[in-house]
């Protein structure tokens, strides 16, 4: 048995990583850091793992239904997809790759996350001063104009040279 | 079916016969995660406890998915239902958290209903079922009232799930530590405006100082722990309330003083007999939002959403 499960699980493995964002097509659930885990259990199920991005994130469902008919295509019978809430996703997960093609597609990437300290949560009153770069043009003279886009993952922001607004990839 | 070229085919469900209403079929929120109670954690207690964390947020999202269309402008309407989409999402998992703690708290629909355990919590249940605090049930008001009203939830929010990121049931503390990162950016967003309306023009101010009238008297019931809050926070599930009132206070200081407001009043809201939001004691406000959030799925119990 082992010799045969080997094989398909790196198909398994092939198969799911291809496998895109419903919202963001241009980037892979494995781009994103979406996509946990695939493995055989004891039965022969293959068992994919997903986490959410955001706790509302309204493309689970989708995702989990993609993995799965593209797995069933490529000849996996027993496909069980899983959520995994624990630890929660951060932008941190998001792979070189998809960073760059983020930016490609007019999308300023996440920077990376502050280290939260231990005590409780600070307040920010005022605007985070992150250096965002405009996708289109490179310049960092850029404002946001605000916290929160198109979906829950992106902020709006406009570029102050080429005027271009754009989105940006918030850090979570 | 593989690709969704048309946008009709990815709504129709493979196995479904005529129960079919509108969107894809459910999924389980917690699929595949493992819901067994720790040792010394009543199931009871923690549906109970679940319910209590989940309505705030699932009356808040309804709230703040009411300002979509009408808010002052295209910005703050993406914002507040962002904010409402998180609220949401973190009412459907401990909804379905709750369910899994206990199955009895589940409202009973007709043999062979397809309707999934958190849904049936949600639209099924009557108004004294419901334990969120009355705060969030509060009508909008204008955009000040719902800044105010924001604030004070996400404060409060942002310390319990904090905490909570710690619990013994790791489904509460995972949900808490993936809530926490979402309800940083709601505190911030409704702080910020807090001291922007305040500090704007004599129009705005004068709302402003109304909103904390109207919402302050119901801050004090946020803070009145309930007997299973207590006993959750004793087996290590759940919050400690007493612990979080300094840091309340600390952040909501912070903000007034920027926004160089009084400090709020004190007045308290009356409760039942010292029973409020927490015991299914609710305001007039609450059956109108069951109405609007309720009354189509209820007549639709055997509907496939």
Redesign the interface.
């Known amino acids: 048995m082992t010799a045969d499960c080997v094989p398909s699980l790196e198909l398994a493995r092939a198969i799911a990583a291809t496998v895109t964002d419903p919202e963001m097509p241009m980037l892979t659930l494995a781009d994103l850091g979406v996509l946990r885990d695939v493995h055989l259990d004891s039965t022969g199920t293959l068992?994919v793992?997903i986490t959410?991005t955001?706790?509302?994130?309204?493309a689970?469902?989708?995702m989990?239904?993609d993995l799965r008919?593209?797995l069933i295509?490529g000849g996996f019978d027993s496909v069980?997809?899983?959520?995994?809430?624990?630890?929660?996703?951060?932008t941190d997960w998001i792979s070189d790759d998809g960073l760059r093609k983020l930016t490609e597609h007019g999308i300023s990437p996440p920077t990376g996350v502050a280290v939260q300290s231990q005590g409780?949560?600070p307040?920010?009153?005022?605007?985070p001063r992150r250096v965002i770069h405009c996708p289109q043009c490179g310049s960092t003279n850029t404002e946001r104009?605000?916290?929160?886009?198109?979906t829950?993952c992106k902020s709006?922001h406009r570029c102050c040279d080429c005027r271009e607004p754009f989105d940006h990839m918030?850090e979570? | 079916m593989t690709d969704h070229d048309s946008a009709y085919e990815g709504l129709v469900d493979a196995d479904s016969h005529d129960q079919w209403a509108f969107g894809t079929s459910f999924d389980d929120p917690l699929a595949g995660v493992d819901t067994t109670l720790a040792p010394g954690i009543d199931g009871t207690d923690l549906a109970k406890y679940c319910l209590m964390l989940g309505d705030d947020a699932l009356i808040t999202a309804q709230r703040l998915a009411q300002w979509s269309t009408r808010a002052p402008e295209l910005e703050e309407e993406v914002a507040l239902a962002n904010i409402g989409l998180d609220y949401l999402g973190q009412a459907r998992l401990l909804l379905a958290r709750a369910a899994a703690a206990d199955s009895t708290v589940v409202p009973v629909l007709p043999d062979g209903s397809p309707i999934p355990a958190e849904d049936a919590l949600a639209f099924f249940r009557g108004e004294p079922e419901f334990r969120n605090v009355r705060l969030v049930e509060l009508d909008n008001g204008d955009f000040a009232c719902t800044i105010v009203r924001l604030l004070v939830f996400s404060t409060y929010r942002l310390a319990q799930l904090h905490h909570l990121r710690s619990s013994r049931d790791p489904v509460l503390a995972a949900v808490a530590s993936k809530g926490v990162k979402e309800v940083t950016y709601h505190r911030d967003y409704a702080a910020r405006w807090l001291v922007t309306l305040a500090g704007g023009t004599d129009e705005s101010r004068r709302r402003t100082e109304a909103a904390i009238r109207r919402v302050w008297p119901f801050v004090f019931e946020l803070f009145e722990a309930h007997p299973v809050e207590q006993r959750l926070a004793a087996a290590g599930a759940g919050v400690d309330l007493s612990t979080l009132r300094a840091e309340f206070d600390s952040v909501l200081a912070q903000v007034f003083h920027a926004a160089e407001l009084p400090e709020p009043p004190g007045a308290k809201a009356t409760s039942v007999g010292g029973r409020a939001g927490r015991d299914g004691i609710h305001t007039e406000a609450m059956g109108y939002i069951l109405a609007e959030l309720q009354s189509v799925a209820r007549a639709h119990p055997m509907g496939r959403w």
């Open positions: 068992i793992a959410p955001y706790s509302g994130c309204t689970m469902a989708t989990r239904d008919m593209r295509a069980e997809v899983r959520t995994v809430l624990s630890p929660a996703w951060s409780p949560v307040l920010t009153l005022t605007v104009t605000s916290e929160f886009g198109g829950s709006l918030k979570i």
